[in-house]
């Protein structure tokens, strides 16, 4: 199970560069994979899934995300 969702992660900026993808097995089992665009450099973040639960605190977009993997 895949899902991503492009969003925008600067106010000023006029695309959605920043991006989650989620990958999940069967049992809901996987990580969420997080990539913010930010005015000088790429930061990277993934968060653990077990049994459909994160690990670790999501963000609005990496809840979304997770969520449409899911189904």
Do not use: H
């Not at 992660?9 to 920043?18: H, K, M, R």
């Amino acid at each position: 199970k895949v899902a991503v969702t492009r969003f925008n992660s600067l106010d000023e900026s006029g695309s959605n560069q920043s991006f989650s993808l989620a990958a999940l097995d069967g049992r809901n089992n996987g990580y969420v994979l997080t990539g913010l665009y930010l005015r000088d450099n790429v930061r990277f973040y993934i968060k653990p899934i077990e049994r459909g639960a994160p690990k670790y605190k999501l963000s609005k977009e990496e809840e979304e995300t997770l969520e449409k993997a899911k189904k």
